[in-house]
């Protein structure tokens, strides 16, 4: 592994040399049979878990509920993971049971992972040897609302409408992702008590947090729109501020807030295959909203 510089962006990058990937599914199959958008890109074959062999880092990608029983075992192969799961999110033992349903079988561990958000962490980050990357709806509600509630702007009841494509749920098959009953669907299917509720109060002490998630047609991405209560004094020019000073060097955040166009506001559509979290909002000084 080694860090690269850069010119066109100005950041630095991380570059691997990616030796093991497993599947038990697809363990004897090529990477780019599985995943067509990777031919000439791989020549590399799944293997079983059980043949992983030790290595500078591991990325796991589990179900929810299964890295914890193994993560032991994951460590003892590599002195640095990356967990994609929701395993070891939450650093209370206490937080992730209320939420999960489930006992953690590895409390002990929970404290020894960071919270994989470089833009809140990246220091942190860096000196740890493991990172537990957070949800796909919390990640992007973190990120919409860290200045806003760094700087001291909002209160502390947020309400956040997500709409939700199908990747969310997984790849494995069920009713609801079933062609015929998820095409042209707006569907309520979570307007309380979603899980990734913990995550953002967890990372954003002090915020009082609702969660009503949509089903929609879409298979990759997540549009929020998250309605905070602005302190009194707060102008528009206040919000710009903020999220200038805490993501102007950011490389894969963008402020998006147009005057005009169809694409004046965040849009998933042109966000298909990209690392980019875009952020927009308006003031509405009518409902102090």
């Not at 929810?64 to 075992?73: F, I, K, L, R, Y």
């Not at 166009?261 to 965040?266: A, H």
């Amino acid at each position: 592994m080694q860090e690269e510089s850069s010119c066109e962006f100005c950041y630095n990058i991380l570059t691997f040399d990616i030796k093991q990937v497993t599947s038990r599914q697809f363990a004897g199959l090529p990477v780019s049979a599985v995943h067509p958008n990777l031919r000439k890109v791989t020549d590399l074959t799944f293997i079983h878990p059980d043949k992983l062999t030790t290595c500078d880092l591991l990325v796991i990608g589990l179900p929810n509920g299964v890295s914890m029983g193994q993560m032991q075992q994951f460590m003892k192969l590599a002195p640095k993971i990356i967990d994609l799961g929701a395993d070891f999110r939450l650093r209370s033992q206490r937080v992730f049971e209320k939420w999960y349903h489930k006992p953690h079988q590895l409390p002990d561990a929970l404290p020894q992972f960071v919270y994989g958000l470089a833009e809140l962490h990246r220091e942190e980050i860096k000196k740890s040897s493991f990172v537990a990357c957070g949800g796909c709806e919390a990640t992007v509600s973190i990120l919409a609302l860290y200045p806003l509630h760094k700087n001291k702007l909002i209160e502390e009841r947020v309400i956040i409408d997500a709409k939700m494509g199908s990747s969310q749920v997984g790849m494995s098959p069920s009713l609801s992702s079933h062609h015929p009953e998820r095409a042209g669907v707006v569907r309520s299917y979570m307007p309380t008590g979603h899980r990734h509720t913990s995550e953002i109060e967890q990372e954003l002490v002090g915020l009082n947090v609702g969660i009503s998630a949509t089903a929609i047609d879409m298979v990759r991405g997540i549009l929020v729109t998250i309605h905070t209560f602005p302190k009194e004094g707060v102008t528009e020019k206040d919000v710009w501020k903020a999220y200038r000073q805490t993501y102007g060097d950011e490389p894969f955040i963008r402020i998006v807030k147009e005057s005009t166009g169809i694409y004046r506001y965040p849009e998933p559509k042109i966000l298909h295959g990209t690392n980019y979290c875009d952020i927009g909002f308006e003031l509405d000084t009518h409902t102090n909203r």
